[in-house]
T-cell receptor, first 110, second 114 residues
């Protein structure tokens, strides 16, 4: 299964942009990159996904490197409510599995 | 919010007893998943289902079994609970496989094995 690597934790100031990196050097050509986040005491929630092109939605933007071996989740203006654990995952080829890692714990400072 | 109900929400049981956790969905989604979450390990996939009576193992399936006799229910059974199975268990569903169908998670079941 293709794996992802993320920093354990990051900090950001409120109302500033946040760039959360993810490395996935073993990604296959058909793997989509997915991001989820988990707020305290809740189940994870979907944030965004993409294949090759950069993607935007109301929650965030996803920037994918040209070689697809890394990606960055961008929160344009961090709020205190964005403090969460962010997971970058790949869909496992040939199976129906989503394998999560330990994610990045984002702390937002007021 | 996706209609996913996990039951029970909390359970305390003794070592060696059988335990069944239930995940019920009202979305008619094909794919269902069981994850466990422990400090320092993130979310780990236990078992998943890609249709009625179609299930497969995930990363940490030892000591667990699952059953899916109808679309809406996915049961996770601990045949003989151990203290190492103390965890928070999350159920997730997905309408279809691939890029365009995100996972939706339930609120979790906190299981304590004493």
């Amino acid at each position: 299964d293709a794996k992802t690597t993320q920093p354990n934790s990051m900090e950001s100031n409120e109302e500033e942009p946040v760039h959360l990196p993810c490395n996935h050097s073993t990604i296959s050509g058909t793997d989509y990159i997915h991001w989820y986040r988990q707020l305290p005491s809740q189940g994870p929630e979907y944030v965004i996904h993409g294949l090759t092109s950069n993607v935007n939605n109301r929650m965030a933007s996803l920037a994918i490197a040209e070689d697809r071996k890394s990606s960055t989740l961008i929160l344009h203006r961090a709020t205190l409510r964005d403090a969460a654990v962010y997971y970058c995952i790949l869909s496992a080829p040939g199976t129906y599995k989503y394998i999560f890692g330990t994610g990045t714990r984002l702390k937002v400072l007021a | 919010d996706a209609g996913i109900t996990q039951s029970p929400r909390h359970k305390v049981t003794e070592t060696g007893t059988p335990v069944t956790l239930r995940c019920h969905q009202t979305e008619n989604h094909r794919y269902m998943y069981w994850y466990r979450q422990d400090p320092g390990h993130g979310l780990r996939l236990i078992h998943y289902s890609y249709g009625v009576k179609d299930t497969d193992k995930g990363e940490v399936s030892d000591g667990y079994s699952v059953s899916r006799s109808k679309t809406e229910d996915f049961l996770l059974t601990l045949e003989s609970a151990t203290s190492s199975q103390t965890s928070v268990y999350f159920c997730a569903i997905s309408e279809s496989w691939g890029s365009y169908s995100p996972l939706h998670f339930g609120n979790g079941t906190r299981l304590t094995v004493t």
